[in-house]
């Protein structure tokens, strides 16, 4: 879906799908580099990651296997709570494995933060973070990001997996949500 088809909603557009393209494709090649002789896990973060890990996936030049691990922090609100569940968790074992934790945004880096102890807990050899955006104004806690697509401003935005209230995750590119739409 184009932004032009729910263009009342959307205040102004942050990137385009020909810029989330570049930038995947940027985070794609620094992944081939670092990750050579190896295959590499990527793991999706449901559900907003679901564009950024199809496209990633689609993008790498190199074997790769790929699991999905689903965890609230949000529920219906639009910021993060910072206590983790999870909802559904990995069928792959981490042991040994190179693990890429694949992230839509990084805001607050509470969740990531708590996926990576998680991580590191199950013995991976390695775990890095590929996101497509960060928002560095919004971050509580330091993580560290191995691949980022942009920084972007401390806006609510959506598309490109990214939604309010399960809309808008279908939307091509990235855009800031007028705050009328979620009471902000």
Same mark, same amino acid.
């Given at each position: 879906?184009?932004? $032009?088809?729910?263009?009342?909603?959307? $205040?102004?557009?942050?990137?385009?799908?020909?810029?989330?393209?570049?930038?995947?494709? *940027?985070?794609?090649?620094?992944?081939?580099?670092?990750?050579?002789?190896?295959?590499?896990?990527?793991? #999706?973060?449901?559900?907003?990651?679901?564009?950024?890990?199809?496209?990633?996936? *689609?993008?790498?030049?190199?074997?790769?296997?790929?699991?999905?691990?689903?965890?609230?922090?949000?529920?219906?609100?639009?910021?993060?709570?910072?206590?983790?569940?999870?909802?559904?968790?990995?069928?792959?074992?981490?042991?040994?494995?190179?693990?890429?934790?694949?992230?839509?945004?990084?805001?607050?880096?509470?969740?990531?933060?708590?996926?990576?102890?998680?991580?590191?807990? *199950?013995? &991976?050899?390695?775990?890095?973070?590929?996101?497509?955006?960060?928002?560095?104004?919004?971050?509580?806690?330091?993580?560290?990001?191995?691949?980022?697509?942009?920084?972007?401003?401390?806006?609510?935005?959506? #598309?490109? #997996?990214?939604?309010? &209230?399960?809309?808008?995750?279908?939307?091509?590119?990235?855009?800031?949500?007028?705050?009328?739409?979620?009471?902000?």
């Amino acid at each position: 879906m184009e932004f $032009e088809d729910v263009n009342s909603d959307i $205040e102004s557009v942050v990137l385009t799908k020909e810029q989330i393209a570049e930038g995947i494709a *940027r985070i794609a090649r620094e992944i081939e580099n670092n990750h050579t002789g190896h295959t590499p896990l990527l793991i #999706g973060v449901l559900k907003g990651a679901v564009m950024v890990m199809a496209d990633l996936a *689609r993008e790498l030049h190199i074997p790769i296997e790929m699991d999905w691990m689903a965890v609230s922090s949000y529920g219906a609100s639009t910021k993060s709570s910072g206590v983790v569940r999870i909802v559904k968790d990995l069928e792959i074992s981490l042991e040994g494995r190179h693990v890429i934790i694949v992230e839509d945004i990084v805001d607050s880096g509470l969740t990531l933060s708590w996926l990576l102890e998680n991580f590191e807990s *199950r013995q &991976a050899a390695s775990v890095s973070v590929a996101t497509l955006l960060r928002k560095p104004d919004a971050m509580k806690v330091d993580v560290p990001i191995d691949y980022l697509g942009f920084d972007i401003p401390n806006d609510f935005v959506v #598309g490109f #997996g990214l939604d309010y &209230a399960e809309s808008y995750r279908n939307l091509s590119g990235v855009g800031v949500l007028k705050p009328a739409v979620y009471g902000g």
